[in-house]
């Protein structure tokens, strides 16, 4: 089973930055799949940002593109989210996810497998 542990949310004025964090519990040798999903108050659950096992695919919401980078440590089994240009609309529960299959960047939540507990990130006006 692998756990997933967001950090790095808070609030924050537009236009600012942060810099969130997923730590994945234990190094596998079973490649897999990660992504950033987020959801805000009375709306569903929605994708933000996927990467490949390897780094080297990455695919974005059309809502972030240009803002937001997604990148991974595979030594430190640790996957990140740069979020610049913060927005109001950004605020939302960000949730990080892995599946063990890696054949795509996956975009829809149905196709992961493991779920963080999520780190709320309040973007001020």
């Known amino acids: 089973q692998l756990q997933l542990v967001e950090s790095g949310g808070g609030t924050v004025p537009a236009g600012d930055s942060l810099r969130l964090s997923c730590a994945a519990s234990?190094?596998?040798?079973?490649?897999?799949?990660m992504g950033w999903f987020r959801q805000a108050p009375g709306k569903e659950r929605e994708f933000v940002a996927a990467?490949?096992?390897?780094?080297?695919?990455?695919r974005y919401a059309d809502s972030v593109k240009g803002r937001f980078t997604i990148d991974r440590d595979n030594a430190k089994n640790t996957m990140y989210l740069q979020m610049n240009s913060l927005k109001p609309e950004d605020t939302a529960v960000y949730y990080c996810?892995?599946?063990?299959?890696?054949?795509?960047?996956?975009?829809?939540?149905?196709?992961?497998?493991?779920w963080g507990q999520g780190t709320q990130v309040t973007v001020s006006s």
């Open positions: 996810a892995a599946v063990s299959k890696i054949y795509n960047v996956y975009a829809g939540a149905n196709d992961y497998d493991y």
């Open positions: 234990r190094r596998t040798v079973t490649p897999y799949t």
């Open positions: 990467i490949s096992w390897t780094g080297g695919e990455t």
